[in-house]
């Protein structure tokens, strides 16, 4: 279990960042026994749904086209003994999917798995936005370099957000390091949070400017 300091720092810093830390079991239904924070938010249902698959488990909530890559892509780290950096889908029970990165280790103990760990972080946003800059790049070829340059600012510092759930050591929650752990984790997603803001804000202003001047126009 995660301690109360730990999980104290989680619920306060990350109640307006839309991510999980979770850890399940490594078998074939990822039964999750720790789930924190925005769950509901991502997966459209409350933690307790979810918690030992008590009304479904957490693969049978992925989008069936993405199970398979998913558990190919998960298997392949354990046995590589990497972290996982893995988009996929998730469907709510009204049948709305939503795009996540989960990012995430095996935790090993006397020599096997004792569970898996990670974190998993709303993608949505992100996504639509570097499908709308890939679409204005092919329509405004004179911008193509301003723009798809602050477009991969965005995708470096979404690829740092994935990483930060291993860096900063989740594991530190089973080790009695757990406060210290979370207190890195959370300080550092919430300034990467605001570094995609102000990304995305940049690339709505060159759209915008794009506009006025005359360019490519944007829906």
């Given amino acids: 279990m995660l301690d109360t ?15 999980i830390i979770y850890r399940c079991g490594n078998d074939d239904s990822r039964s999750m026994t720790e789930l924190q924070g925005r769950v509901e938010r991502i997966c459209g249902r ?3 749904d979810l918690l030992m698959s ?4 957490w693969v049978s909530i992925l989008h ?40 995430g280790v095996a935790v090993r103990q006397s020599g096997g798995i004792a569970h898996l760990q990670g974190l998993i972080v709303l993608a949505n946003a992100e996504l639509a936005l570097r499908e709308r800059v890939e679409r204005i790049a092919q329509e405004a070829d004179a911008t193509n370099g301003e723009i798809m340059s602050l477009a991969q600012n965005i995708i470096n510092s979404v690829q740092k957000l994935a990483m930060l759930s291993v860096n900063a050591r989740i594991e530190a929650a089973r080790s009695g390091d757990a ?3 979370f207190a890195i984790v959370a300080e550092e997603i919430s300034a990467l949070a605001d570094e995609n803001g102000k990304w995305a804000k940049m690339i709505t202003e060159k759209m915008h400017s794009g506009k006025a001047k005359g360019g490519a126009q944007i829906d």
């Fill in 54 to 57: 008590a009304n479904a488990s």
């Fill in 5 to 19: 300091e730990a999980t104290d720092i989680f619920t306060s810093v990350f109640s307006t960042i839309d991510a």
């Fill in 64 to 103: 069936p086209d993405d199970r398979e890559r998913v558990a190919t892509q998960i298997e392949a780290a354990i046995d590589g003994n990497r972290a996982w950096d893995i988009d996929y889908r998730i469907l709510h029970p009204d049948g709305i999917a939503c795009m996540v990165r989960d990012r």
């Fill in 46 to 48: 409350p933690a307790s």
């Fill in 179 to 181: 406060g210290r752990g």
